[in-house]
């Protein structure tokens, strides 16, 4: 069975996106599925916000990560196909807590990783100032769309790990690409290139979401 055929089943509409993803109307809102090989992803399109507040939600989501799309923010989920139906019924919600924080030091060549007992925030870097702040939160949400880690931020950019996924590869990517990004010129460079409609800290009232698990 496939995504489009687990919606119909459920007697949801579903059209199909130019960029390949379906598009389909529940009664917990609109919703973007795509079938994969092995599981099949959610998004749900969230309200504008700075990337540091939305970095900080995504830290909450235990069954769900927040994304950067083209510069609009998505929360994104993986389910198996035969669970769709219960997913887009009731989305994920964040967990008023975040998960136990571990401060790591990453080497110029590899990331060691302490042994976890669980999902564990691993915080990367301490805060800077704004423009690198801003520049790594929104790098961290970009690439959280693709790798199997999750970026956030809890005092400082990190990434979610959930043992047995806690990659050391994908960890010493996300730090290298946020050590480039501490240099302030690059980071401004950075969020003009790729984040021109993400505002001023401050610039957005936070989504209700962000309320509940602002620190």
Known sequence: MT??????????AVATRDDGWLEVETPAGCARVLDGSAAV????ELAGGDPIALARLSTHFAMARVVLIGGRPFTQQSCAVEALAAMLEHPARPDPKPPPVIEILVGEF???LPPLAGRTFLRLFPPATDVVDRARAAHLLAVSARLRLAGGWVDGPGVVVDPPTA???EVYEVAHALRV?????V???YLELTQPRVPAAGGDAPTSMEEDCHE
């Open 3 to 12: 995504a489009a055929d687990a919606m119909r089943a459920a007697g949801l």
């Open 41 to 44: 992803a959610i998004r749900r």
């Open 110 to 112: 590899a990331a060691v």
């Open 167 to 169: 990659l050391a590869a």
């Open 181 to 185: 990004l501490g240099d302030e010129s």
């Open 187 to 189: 980071a401004r460079d």
